[in-house]
């Protein structure tokens, strides 16, 4: 379910929320263009930050098939409507973090709210290695199959490694991620780098990666259960030199 979906440059990926924004926020769709090989690549703005060093504003997102100096659009090319938003400027993809930071162009107007939510607490709910969450949660995402996610339930950050694979079948590991489940279609190409947002507080709580899978215990027996992957919004934002 990773959110970085590669596409024919003249073929947009079908997704829900491709319309223009401006000012733009966050929980949107963007492409961002390899001039090299002339393929787009596209996920979900997550919400917006500003570099530590510079001030300069841009965008949260998900790290894998971006790199720095990829252009970004908004609606992605191919969508009437689109223009160019700005660069990547940052991409970190280690064992503690995959991200990227989209940095903006200075005339793109952007603001803090999230598109479904709006304003959210923009402080860091941090949950330490081992410990469990049963609070509800948002995942703020637009993706063509499913939408926006509130019934979601994150279980913690387990003290391990996990694996969890991107939408081309690639296998990718975090350690100590945090780990969300729901009942519903919850994660599609498209939606990685959308933000996750604990239900009451509406604080922020970390970066969506991907889809991966671990055993549960039932009456009936061993059963898979689906799980989604995020990258801490803390680890996301050192990794990247960024503040809210």
Not at 61 to 70: E, F, N, P, V, W
Not at 121 to 147: I, N, W, Y
């Amino acid at each position: 379910t990773d959110a970085i979906q590669t596409i024919d440059i003249d073929k947009p990926w079908e997704m829900s929320d491709i319309q223009p924004y401006d000012p733009l926020e966050g929980g949107i769709a963007f492409g961002a263009l390899d001039e090299d090989t002339k393929v787009q690549v596209m996920g979900t703005l997550g919400i917006l930050v500003y570099d530590g060093s510079s001030g300069q504003k841009g965008f949260i997102t998900y790290g894998a098939g971006l790199k720095a100096g990829m252009k970004a659009f908004q609606p992605p090319l191919g969508v009437e409507g689109c223009r160019r938003i700005g660069v990547i400027s940052c991409v970190k993809t280690t064992q503690e973090c995959h991200c990227a930071f989209v940095c903006l162009d200075e005339a793109i107007a952007a603001v803090e709210t999230i598109a479904e939510i709006g304003v959210v607490d923009r402080t860091v709910h941090s949950l330490t290695p081992g410990q469990e969450c049963a609070a509800p949660m948002m995942v703020v995402k637009r993706g063509f199959k499913t939408r926006f996610t509130t019934q979601a339930r994150c279980v913690g950050r387990p003290q391990s490694t996990l694996s969890y694979q991107d939408v081309h079948g690639n296998e990718h590991t975090l350690k100590e991620p945090l780990v969300v489940v729901s009942p519903n279609v919850f994660g599609a190409a498209g939606d990685s780098g959308a933000v996750l947002v604990e239900a009451t507080s509406k604080q922020l709580l970390g970066i969506l990666n991907g889809q991966g899978a671990a055993e549960q215990d039932t009456r009936q027996g061993t059963r898979v259960l689906p799980i989604w992957v995020f990258t801490p919004m803390s680890q996301a934002l050192h990794a990247l030199g960024c503040r809210l």
